[in-house]
């Protein structure tokens, strides 16, 4: 299962540079599109990319508990 080990690695590694980027584009862009965009989007994406990263770490344990029981 290291396909979904590499992918909730790239998800984390990705969310924390969107995260950076978004950071820094907020300091230069400060107008009522901008708050729309993240009452719209963002908020959620903050709510929906660390409950997916969470769950994928929760199916890798479920994986790993099951290979073990079969092994």
């Not at 290291?2 to 992918?7: K, V």
């Not at 729309?36 to 479920?62: C, I, N, S």
Request: with cysteine.
């Amino acid at each position: 299962m290291s396909s979904l080990a590499q992918t909730q690695s790239r998800l984390c590694d990705n969310w924390k540079a969107l995260q950076q980027r978004w950071q820094t584009s907020r300091a230069f862009w400060n107008d009522p599109v901008n708050r729309g965009f993240e009452r719209e989007y963002w908020q959620e994406f903050e709510h929906v990319v660390p409950a997916t990263m969470d769950e994928m770490a929760k199916l890798a344990q479920l994986i790993a508990q099951a290979q073990r029981s079969v092994t």
